[in-house]
C-alpha cells in the first residue's frame, strides 16, 4: 500500500517569506509526528497529533512554527518569517494508535536563502 | 528525562567482517527500543524493535540487536556487513507511557570493499 508521502520534496524560499509543508500519512495512521533534520544531525521532535486528541506542541522551536491536522488525515506544517536555521529536512512520519514503530516520509529538504 | 546516546558518529568496517553499532538509551519505565536506517536523500526505514520477551531480536536485512537492561544498551550488529549496509543509523526509544520517540544523533556507517 501507499506509504506516508510528503510535498513538495524541495523548498528554496527567501528569509522572511513563509512556507507550508505538507504531509499526507498512511490510511489508518492516527498517530502523526513531525520532525527536523539539520544536515548532518539527528532529528529533532517538533509535534505529535493523535487522533482528535490536543497535539504534543512541546517540541517547537519558536512561534514561527505551527502545525494543523485535521482529524487523521493530512498535516501541515507552517514557517512563518523564515530564517536560515530553519533550513533542514522536514521529515512526517505516522503509525497506528496501538502501533510502536514509525513510517517515514521522505522528508522535505527546505533550504532558506 | 528520556534520551538516547548513540557514542560514535562513524563506524567503518570491511565487507564480510561483522559490525556493531551502538546505542544507550535512558527512559522512565520499561523500554520501546528501535533502530531504523536512513539512506541518502531518504526518510527512515524501520530495522526492528525491542519490546518485551527476548533479548536478542532479529530485524531487516540481516541486523539483529541485543537488548541489555543492566547496561541500559540496545546494540546494532550484523554477523557479516554487506557494502550496500552503508548508511546513517538511528537507535530511538520510547517510554512504554509515553507518546514521544526520542532518536539518538546517528552513526554513519562505512562498509568497505
Known amino acids: 500500500g501507499a506509504g506516508v508521502s510528503q510535498s513538495p520534496s524541495n523548498k528554496v524560499t527567501e528569509k522572511g517569506k513563509d512556507v507550508e509543508l505538507r504531509c499526507d500519512p498512511i490510511?489508518?495512521?492516527?498517530?502523526l509526528y513531525w520532525y527536523r533534520q539539520r544536515l548532518g544531525q539527528g532529528l529533532e521532535f517538533l509535534i505529535y497529533?493523535?487522533?482528535?486528541?490536543?497535539?504534543?506542541k512541546s517540541g517547537l522551536p519558536s512561534d514561527r512554527f505551527s502545525a494543523e491536522r485535521t482529524g487523521e488525515s493530512v498535516s501541515t506544517l507552517t514557517i512563518q518569517r523564515t530564517q536560515q536555521e530553519d533550513s533542514a529536512v522536514y521529515l512526517c512520519?505516522?503509525?497506528?494508535?496501538?502501533?510502536?514503530?514509525?513510517?517515514f516520509g521522505p522528508g522535505t529538504r527546505l533550504t532558506v536563502l | 528525562a528520556q534520551s538516547v546516546a548513540q557514542p560514535e558518529d562513524q563506524v567503518k568496517v570491511a565487507e564480510g567482517n561483522p559490525l556493531t553499532v551502538k546505542c544507550t538509551y535512558s527512559?522512565?519505565?520499561?523500554?520501546?527500543l528501535f533502530w531504523y536506517v536512513q539512506y541518502p536523500n531518504r526518510g527512515l526505514q524501520f530495522l526492528l524493535k525491542?519490546?518485551?520477551?527476548?533479548?536478542l531480536v532479529k530485524g531487516s536485512y540481516g541486523f539483529e540487536a541485543e537488548f541489555n537492561k543492566s547496561q541500559t544498551s540496545f546494540h546494532l550488529k550484523k554477523p557479516s556487513a554487506l557494502v550496500s549496509d552503508s548508511a546513517l543509523y538511528f537507535c530511538?526509544?520510547?517510554?512504554?507511557?509515553?507518546?514521544?520517540?526520542?532518536f539518538g544523533s546517528g552513526t554513519k556507517l562505512n562498509v568497505k570493499p
Open positions: 490510511s489508518g495512521h492516527t498517530a
Open positions: 527512559v522512565s519505565g520499561n523500554p520501546y
Open positions: 497529533f493523535q487522533g482528535n486528541s490536543a497535539p504534543d
Open positions: 530511538a526509544v520510547r517510554g512504554y507511557n509515553f507518546n514521544k520517540f526520542y
Open positions: 512520519a505516522s503509525r497506528t494508535s496501538d502501533g510502536n514503530e514509525q513510517f
Open positions: 525491542y519490546i518485551t520477551g527476548d533479548n
